[in-house]
């Protein structure tokens, strides 16, 4: 967070509780939500993300994300399956992949079932890019997603053990690295992916692989 101080989420029995804690994981204390409306009153999240003294906390069955401030105060919160138009059958079986937040502010997500990936900017717009298939550049089963200093989306696909790199105007496929293995720079089930300050993508994998780590280009 904005004071050095880390947000993590910690179950409780049923709750899920967001705790402060130092820089060596150590609880300080709960951050108690406020504020919530009445249909957010039993949300759950379990993912956290801080940005610009703002905590965005997910729901990936839910496909919701709630905005609050670094005290618990609720700001927003968005219904990705209702802005989608989707029913909640479809929500019911679809529900995240991944996600990551935009730089202007806005939301990047992947949805497994429907094989896309999406980008709702700060200004309201919603757009949509990927075609399921097994070549270079399609989707198997999408999750992690992520952008790079260049302002490039890097998207995870699980299935094909593989990163895949779209520009952003038009998300015009770039290239793609991974591939499926044990050898070094290969993976295998890789999920989630975050890119640090130096451009450098860590991407978690399944078999023991922990987390692997790439130097993306600089330009």
């Known amino acids: 967070m904005s004071n050095g101080q880390l947000a993590m989420l910690a179950s409780k029995g049923p709750l899920t509780q967001l705790v402060r ?25 379990n993912r956290v993300y801080a940005q610009a003294g703002k905590l965005y906390l997910v729901s990936y069955s839910n496909m919701q994300v709630v905005i609050v401030d670094e005290q618990g105060v609720f700001v927003k919160g968005h219904d990705f399956a209702r802005e989608l138009g989707m029913s909640e059958k479809e929500r019911d079986e679809s529900g995240l992949g991944g996600f990551a937040l935009d730089r202007d502010g806005g939301f990047l997500f992947t949805i497994p079932a429907t094989a896309k990936a999406y980008l709702f900017t700060a200004d309201g717009t919603q757009r949509v890019f990927g075609r399921r298939g097994s070549a270079p550049g399609r989707f198997g089963v999408v999750t992690g997603i992520a952008t790079d200093k260049a302002g490039n989306i890097l998207v995870v696909d699980k299935l094909r053990c593989v990163v895949m790199i779209f520009e952003r105007s038009n998300f015009g496929f770039l290239k793609e690295f991974g591939n499926r293995g044990t050898k070094p720079g290969n993976l295998i089930g890789p999920d989630d992916i975050l890119v640090d300050s130096q451009n450098r993508a860590y991407v978690s994998a399944l078999r023991k692989q922990g987390i692997s780590v790439y130097q993306l280009s600089q330009e």
């Open 21 to 45: 804690c130092n820089f060596r994981a150590e609880p300080l204390g709960v951050i108690s939500l406020s504020g919530m409306p009445p249909e957010l009153v039993n949300f759950s999240p």
